[in-house]
């Protein structure tokens, strides 16, 4: 059964600085979605990642993700108050022939001006 | 294009009772999906549609039913309501292989059953 482990779970830091969120799931998947959600909205897609290797990058934010590792990162850099927000993982079950999604638990961040 | 719409937006029920929350996507997408997300917690899938007539229980399905008569429409139906479903439920859809991937969500109905 698929898991999905994000760490850390909430993430408090200064504006300026840098920080990556880690997203670990336990079985093969070779692709991986990251989502944002902002306060009391719904979420929208943030990076699609296809395939092992993969890195995308937008402004202050870049994904990436090794499907041999099982493992997806999402690398913030400099880091303002408009990146305050909760950051989903969610990889895709299709090796598992089901379309079952698990989504990671969360990454509250909250970047202090 | 309106994407993918739900109502109601908010709604309260009381313990026993019925409701169905609507969901339309107006993308042409095969896959959908509901969901429901707990109070500061992540998302857990109740249930999927692959196509129309064709839907699977997700990793929270009890309590919960679905129909998939078109592409466009996967109503979430709520059997004899208890709080334990006060939560906020999300829609969404995708078309994997095409030009969409990802999912894309609806606005969410906030339930609360008292």
């Known amino acids: 059964e698929l898991k999905v482990e994000q760490n850390p779970l909430f993430l408090s830091m200064q504006e300026g600085k840098n920080y990556t969120i880690y997203c670990n799931y336990s079985t093969t998947s070779d692709r991986l979605y990251w989502y944002r959600q902002d306060p009391g909205k719904s979420l929208e897609s943030l990076f699609v990642l296809l395939s092992n290797g993969a890195v995308k990058q937008e402004g202050r934010l870049m994904a990436s993700l090794d499907t041999k590792a099982r493992l997806s990162t999402l690398h913030i850099t400099a880091a303002v108050h408009d990146l305050s927000a909760t950051y989903f993982c969610?990889?895709?079950?299709?090796?598992?022939?089901?379309?079952?999604?698990?989504f990671g638990t969360g990454t509250r961040l909250k970047v202090l001006a | 294009n309106a994407g993918v719409t739900q109502t109601p937006k908010f709604r309260i029920l009381k313990i026993g009772q019925s409701m169905t929350l609507q969901c339309t996507q107006d993308m042409n997408h095969n896959y959908m999906y509901w969901y429901r997300q707990d109070p500061g917690m992540g998302l857990k899938l109740i249930y999927y549609?692959?196509?129309?007539?064709?839907?699977d229980k997700g990793e929270v399905p009890n309590g919960y039913n679905v129909s998939r008569s078109t592409t466009e429409d996967f109503p979430l139906r709520l059997e004899l309501a208890a709080p334990s479903q006060t939560s906020v439920y999300f829609c969404?859809?995708?078309?994997?292989?095409?030009?969409?991937?990802?999912?894309?969500f609806g606005p969410g109905t906030r339930l609360t059953v008292t």
């Open positions: 969404a859809s995708s078309f994997p292989g095409q030009s969409s991937y990802e999912q894309y």
């Open positions: 969610a990889p895709e079950p299709r090796n598992s022939g089901t379309y079952k999604y698990i």
């Open positions: 549609s692959v196509g129309a007539g064709i839907t």
